[in-house]
């Protein structure tokens, strides 16, 4: 009984080695942990004019999804080429496609420095595809150019004053990603910071004949964006976008509250308190812009211009022409002064790089 046990195993190895040797082509996934062994064999299958072979196993490990992942992206862009030079030997144009299309993912300048073995179609193959980038991350710092106006002002003193904004600035800084859909078209969105601040010269207020108020605010805002691009294929490439940004306000060292009737504004405590509406929408704006991008490699300096073109009032306090008209159960009612401010952004002015994660093969 031994002995027959002994003859089975000796049996069984012989015919499990056997079906190694003859499936090893075929069946790679249990034998190893990526696919860099399968390409220095197919490498040397393809050397040695077995073309069919080579193409057998390279389709297998990259039908693998999880062997593909464990290779690295240089071994990836080896089997993609490979595979490839095998399916035009094969007759097989549309795989080659294919694989040339996956290649130029990872080396997206490859047409700038084919291989010696490269065969000519393969060359034409490369040279009709145009790589853009596929995925980019990008920082950027921009200020806004608004028109702002003192649309009304109310006050409880009786010393003539002419209500006068002395400075203003709005600058902010940003990260935005972007994917490519097509050559020409992509889109985004972002998240930027944004800091707003003013100076306020008021009413005379006892003891004090000019006083200046400050007041710092902060935005959140997150931009979605679309873009077309107008030439491709060059360092300097024009571009349109269109895009959307909403806004959500941040509390930067003044105080914001809401009244039910009349909406939010901010009241700045000081020597005098001074409570600031504003006269416009703050929580959406629409944006259209035009900029260039100046490509690297892997990069790009972006600069572009952008307009808000449209813009919706609310019409808070417009029915109000003297303190003693505002309701006295609101709080700003009971501010020494009280304004209403038009703000227009009209034009954003950015700079931004980026740095492109992947490339795409249209």
């Known amino acids: 009984m031994?002995?027959?046990i002994i003859k089975s195993g000796i049996i069984n190895k012989i015919t499990l080695i056997i079906v190694l040797v003859f499936a090893r082509p075929l069946n790679i996934n249990s034998q190893i942990s990526d696919c860099s062994p399968v390409y220095y064999n197919a490498m040397n299958l393809y050397n040695e004019g077995k073309v069919d072979s080579t193409f057998k196993i390279l389709s297998s490990c990259?039908?693998?999804e999880q062997l593909?992942?464990?290779t690295s992206k240089s071994t990836r862009a080896d089997i993609y080429r490979l595979c490839a030079l095998s399916a035009l030997m094969l007759d097989k144009p549309d795989d080659a496609q294919l694989h040339i299309g996956r290649l130029l993912g990872y080396r997206p300048y490859y047409k700038n420095d084919f291989a010696k073995d490269d065969l000519t179609e393969f060359r034409r193959i490369v040279t009709e595809f145009t790589v853009q980038p596929k995925l980019t991350l990008g920082i950027?710092?921009?200020?806004d150019f608004p028109k702002i106006n003192i649309e009304k002002n109310l006050t409880a003193h009786n010393t003539p004053y002419i209500p006068e904004i002395t400075s203003y600035t709005e600058s902010g800084w940003g990260l935005l990603l972007e994917n490519s859909f097509s050559k020409n078209l992509y889109a985004g969105i972002g998240l930027n910071m944004l800091y707003m601040s003013f100076t306020y010269k008021g009413s005379p207020l006892p003891f004090q004949p000019t006083f200046n108020y400050y007041l710092p605010i902060g935005y959140l805002e997150s931009p979605i964006f679309a873009g077309y691009k107008l030439r491709i294929n060059n360092k300097i490439i024009p571009y349109f976008q269109i895009g959307l940004i909403g806004r959500y306000p941040l509390n930067r060292g003044v105080k914001r509250l809401k009244s039910s009737d009349y909406g939010d504004y901010y009241l700045v405590k000081d020597y005098g308190?001074?409570?600031v509406f504003f006269n416009n929408y703050e929580s959406l704006d629409i944006l259209l812009g035009t900029g260039i991008k100046y490509s690297?490699?892997?990069s790009c300096l972006d600069f572009n211009i952008k307009s808000f073109p449209f813009h919706l009032n609310k019409n808070t306090l417009m029915n109000f022409d003297t303190v003693h008209d505002l309701p006295q159960m609101e709080s700003f009612a009971h501010a020494d002064e009280i304004i209403l401010i038009d703000l227009k952004r009209r034009i954003r002015i950015e700079v931004c790089y980026k740095y492109y994660i992947s490339f795409k093969a249209f």
């Open 62 to 64: 990259i039908n693998s």
């Open 2 to 4: 031994i002995i027959k």
């Open 273 to 275: 308190n001074l409570a």
């Open 140 to 143: 950027k710092y921009f200020i």
């Open 68 to 70: 593909l992942r464990k």
């Open 296 to 298: 690297f490699k892997r």
